[in-house]
């Protein structure tokens, strides 16, 4: 029984390890899979931010902007 005992006990434990790390291998990624990233991040996100900004986007930006401006006039109004 103690030998069964051992052998949970040691897969137990393996499990709550987790996996070994494959050889070579630290959880890094070499330069030519970062280049690769970068260049289709970099495409991909080139697609998106010449996608026009919808209207009602524009209109909560440009609203927040004047509401900024209206603070600001007043917070200098308020400190003379």
Known sequence: MTEEHDIAAAATAA????????????????AAA???IGRELQRHYAQVLA????DHLRAL???LAE????TGRAERETSR
């Not at 709550?16 to 070499?30: K, L």
């Not at 996608?51 to 919808?54: F, G």
Request: charge should be positive; aromatic fraction near 0%; glycine fraction near 16%.
């Open 15 to 30: 499990i709550r390890a987790g996996p070994e790390p494959a050889e070579g291998r630290r959880g890094s990624v070499d």
């Open 34 to 36: 970062r280049a690769r």
């Open 51 to 54: 996608l026009p900004i919808p």
């Open 61 to 63: 930006v440009e609203g």
């Open 67 to 70: 509401d900024g401006r209206a």
